[in-house]
DNA sequence: AGCACGCCGACT
DNA sequence: GTCGGCGTGCTC
């Protein structure tokens, strides 16, 4: 077999951390042309020589160094996994020495389309490094499984031109901001903290969306404009609908690429293969869409980046708040996280001066009363008089929202004679009632709760001890008799109501859109939504709040009821930011983040141990733990300054790759597979 | 993950 | 004297 004489070097397709890095393969003659960086191949691999996947990352002339090549058998140099932490910005990809043996030549290449870009592949290993994980991993993220239909038809005809050429951008003005905030992001590849304005729009087409939504979209037009491709990231798909909305009013036809997991799998890999044409587009999606490959990217934009749908379920567990972050830098583009609350992260950047704060011009804001539970309402009634009196005059002239915090009838019941909580017999699970004519059961498995008694006093009657979205609808039905109740919630998917008059009951989170507005927005039990304990707990409320205060029409009533305080002020004045930045300020003294990072690492205590040994003498690093945690493991929180981030997430990576091949746990008969090391950087959860 | 190489118990 | 156990290490 004749070879070219240049180097394949390829990512292997596999979990494995100590098998992430770049393996070198020969390239025959008759693969030359096709194998170019970005392919899908097939390589020999291990000893068995067995055929895996990967791909061609580039390609690059053989070692021209003098190394004597070949040490055939012996043990040839090993990989010495403890450099030296340089901590290195620049260093792509080359970082490990070329391989001096005899190289296998790679036994084919997949398909000729070139689906793994230089900038995403730069992308997917930089955020892998910085959590620890396997480039492979990220890699899954941003490139959809192969359609052989779907990739043929797109390899015989490329590029469209006449796709995005049709149909005009409309002019982006941003009437709402400082004229030339905005713009000049674009045009300067700024990076902005956006407040959003908070108020629904009316499409010319006739559909209602929030102006957030407006916004975004013309953020990615001017991107358009500039000739380069914008990301518009959005957390879930009800958002999704509105800035597709936005966009059917602005962008050019055929501009606009979807990437979700949504879509049928043919579908996705069509518009993923979409965004690999040379030509500008605007790339919306999910939290993956950070990841999409994009000619020329001009901007990458989140919306409400404090949504918890934002955080990556699958390893590395990477935000896309971070992704987005480390791809601004490494294309040079446009930033924005466009939102009505702040998150506190996107508030440390701008306290560091990284990202500019941007804020309408005019204070347009929700008309946000808060309303004190007083001792007059009694006992059981949620909504003071005043709310009453507010939704009554708001449903004379159209739909009234109100946001509760759980949905079902009534999700916690307790003893009626001795009032603990009521368990299930089976899980210990809470029980409750799924409608008001349900029988008891299990809110996590579901089991009826036959025959209950209490464990303490031997009673047998339930007590409905808090209110779901149905108990609530009941309620408000009865007053406001002959008014329509709709509900809204994970069960009762309700995207948009129209101007009539009716009364919208919605758990927090899943608030339909009103045509026109609503007019008049009931936040109710804010006190429970603050019982969560949780670190995050007033910044989410506030975020679930605000989200649901801009639903309102302009000027119309939003009565927050039974929260007073800080979090009432900061709502009523618009002023999230300025909490932002106070819970910041605390975060800081309690050495918590996102004042500096924090990763879990959970193993084998010797394991664990061992990793922990890495950081020892890093500046700034300290460990808490380790602890018992379930079957066997252990587990320790670091917390580490962000300057610290690379060289504490290379000692990581490297304990992980030394857990894996390391001693393996004795596979004797029956035992479960002993658990290996894990990191997880940046956990929400964690604290 | 697979798979090969390597050093200790019961078999023709 | 060997066949074969799976502990250990590597995969360009």
């Known amino acids: 077999m004749t070879h070219t004489g240049l180097v394949a070097r390829v990512l292997i397709d596999s979990p494995l951390p100590q098998l992430d890095h770049l393996f070198d393969y020969a390239i025959p003659a008759e693969l030359a042309d096709v194998a170019q960086p970005g392919v899908r191949v097939k390589v020999p691999f291990g000893s068995s020589g067995r055929v895996v996947g990967g791909y061609l990352i580039e390609r690059v002339e053989p070692a021209t160094d003098d190394a004597a090549p070949a040490v ?20 792509g990809g080359g970082a490990d020495p070329l391989f001096h043996g005899t190289l296998s030549p790679l036994e084919s290449v997949v398909s000729p389309a070139r689906v793994l870009t230089g900038e995403v592949w730069t992308l997917a290993r930089a955020v892998a490094d910085r959590s620890a994980g396997n480039a492979g991993d990220v890699i899954r993220l941003a490139v959809p499984p192969r359609r052989v239909r779907v990739e043929k038809a797109w390899l015989a005809q490329p590029a469209d031109a006449a796709d995005t050429a049709g149909g005009k951008a409309a002019a982006c003005h941003f009437a709402d901001y400082p004229a030339g905030a905005l713009t000049g992001i674009i045009a300067q590849r700024g990076r902005a903290a956006v407040a959003a304005v908070p108020r629904p729009v009316l499409l010319a087409d006739g559909r209602t969306v929030g102006q957030w939504a407006l916004t975004l979209a013309e953020l990615g037009v001017a991107a358009l404009a500039a000739g380069r491709s914008a990301i518009l990231a959005v957390p879930d798909y009800r958002d999704q609908d509105q800035l597709q909305a936005a966009l059917a009013q602005l962008a050019p036809a055929g501009s606009v690429r979807r990437v979700d997991a949504r879509q049928s799998d043919p579908d996705r890999y069509r518009d993923f293969l979409a965004c690999l044409d040379p030509v500008p587009r605007i790339i919306i999606g999910n939290r993956s869409a950070v990841y999409a490959p994009a000619h020329e990217l001009g901007l990458i934009a989140l919306w409400d980046d404090g949504d918890p749908l934002y955080a990556e379920p699958l390893s590395p567990y990477v935000h896309a708040r971070d992704a987005a972050l480390v791809r601004q830098q490494q294309a040079d583009c446009a930033l924005v996280f466009l939102g009505h609350a702040r998150s506190v992260e996107v508030q440390r950047l701008v306290g560091l001066g990284w990202l500019q704060s941007i804020e309408p011009a005019r204070a347009q804001h929700p008309r946000v009363i808060p309303t004190e539970l007083q001792a007059t309402d009694a006992r059981g009634a949620r909504i003071p008089s005043a709310a009453w009196g507010a939704a009554r005059e708001a449903l004379a002239r159209g739909p009234v929202l109100v946001q509760v915090a759980s949905p079902g009838y009534a999700p916690v019941l307790a003893c009626t004679t001795c009032r603990h909580a009521a368990r299930c017999t089976r899980c210990q699970g809470p029980l409750g009632l799924a409608a008001a004519d349900a029988a008891p059961s299990c809110r996590w498995c579901g089991a009826l709760a036959v025959g209950w008694h209490c464990p303490l006093c031997e009673g047998t009657e339930f007590r409905l ?23 809204a919630d994970g069960d009762h998917i309700v995207q948009r109501v129209d101007a009539a008059p009716a009364l919208v009951i919605a758990t927090r989170g899943a608030e339909p859109l009103a045509h026109g507005g609503y007019q008049a927005v009931l936040l109710l039990d804010g006190e429970r939504m603050l019982a969560r304990e949780s670190l995050r707990v007033g910044e989410d409320c506030l975020r679930w709040w605000s989200n649901a205060a801009a639903l309102a ?101 490297a304990a992980v790759v030394r857990a894996a091949t390391g001693r393996r746990p004795a596979k004797g008969r029956g035992y479960r597979p002993p658990p290996t090391l894990k990191v997880r950087f940046d956990d929400p959860e964690l604290l």
Request: charged share 15%.
């Open 72 to 91: 055939a058998g012996a043990a040839a140099g090993g990989a010495d996994a403890g450099g030296a932490g340089a901590g290195g910005a620049g260093a």
């Open 465 to 487: 001890v808090t209110v779901g979205s149905g108990r609530t609808a009941e309620e408000l039905g009865r007053a406001f008799p002959g008014v329509r109740v709709i509900v």
């Open 553 to 653: 029409a302009p000027g119309a009533p939003v009565m927050l009821v039974g929260v007073g305080g800080v979090l009432a002020r900061t709502l009523s004045l618009w002023q999230q930011p300025r909490y932002a930045a106070a819970e910041l300020a605390d975060r800081r003294s309690l050495r918590f983040p996102p004042a500096l990072r924090a990763a879990s690492v959970t193993g084998a205590a010797p394991a664990v141990e061992a990793a922990l040994d890495g950081l020892t003498g890093i500046d700034g690093v300290d460990v808490l733990g380790p602890v018992g945690a379930d079957e066997g493991s252990v587990r320790a929180i670091v917390r580490l300054p962000y300057a610290a981030g690379d060289q504490v997430a290379h000692a990581l990576k």
